[in-house]
T-cell receptor, first 114, second 114 residues
């Protein structure tokens, strides 16, 4: 039972254009969402997060949008750069169990071409 | 610079061997986690711990056990390694805020069971 889903395993965009990575979730108890970025042979690193009381959060070139009614979030990267090429994981947290461990999606591999 | 250190980057073990994966963090974090990453499946939680000598099963605990004798160290044990445990193993730690500040991950251990 995959509670957090990233249905696109890969995405390819041109440098300078927008990258949009999507994530869907099924558990309405989730109230906090995060995006992680992972390069090969490295651990994932935290990128940006959003609370369910917001519908948008920006940090430089990265913006996360949350649509609670659709149980959908997206990460926008503008403009995309070759160094953004990595695997991106979305994750969700809910205050319904002890500690509220993060549940991760399957990941989307982004390739930004020069 | 805060760190999560995994003792080995690459390991090759034989089927049936007992395997120990070690993880040490220097951030005085209460929470520690073991995930495995497989293509198309994302990050799946094996075990986690919210305190010394405390452990909780994640989503895929079968074939694994853990040990947390000291706050900074969280060990993953494969009691009898099998080929389906060939994977990338990632350790993470976080303060007790249900992941809101983001996990800090180690660089991972690529385990191959032959």
């Amino acid at each position: 039972d995959q509670q957090v889903k990233q249905n696109s395993p890969s995405l390819s965009v041109q440098e300078g254009r927008i990258s949009i990575l999507n994530c869907d979730y099924t558990n309405s108890m989730f109230d906090y969402f995060l995006w992680y970025k992972k390069y090969p042979a490295e651990g994932p690193t935290f990128l940006i997060s959003i609370s369910s009381i917001k519908d948008k959060n920006e940090d430089g070139r990265f913006t996360v949008f949350l649509n609670k009614s659709a149980k959908h979030l997206s990460l926008h990267i503008v403009p995309s750069q070759p160094g953004d090429s990595a695997v991106y994981f979305c994750a969700a947290s809910g205050n319904y169990n002890q500690g509220g461990k993060l549940i991760f999606g399957q990941g989307t591999e982004l390739s930004v071409k020069p | 610079d805060v760190k999560v250190t995994q003792s080995s980057r690459y390991l090759v073990k034989r089927t049936g061997e007992k395997v120990f994966l070690e993880c040490v963090q220097d951030m005085d974090h209460e929470n520690m986690f073991w995930y495995r990453q497989d293509p198309g499946l994302g990050l799946r939680l094996i075990y986690f711990s919210y305190d010394v000598k405390m452990k909780e099963k994640g989503d895929i605990p079968e074939g694994y056990s853990v040990s947390r004798e000291k706050k900074e160290r969280f060990s993953l044990i494969l009691e009898s390694a099998s080929t389906n445990q060939t994977s990338m193993y990632l350790c993470a730690s976080s303060p007790p805020d249900r992941g809101l500040s983001g996990y800090t991950f180690g660089s991972g251990t690529r385990l191959t069971v032959v």
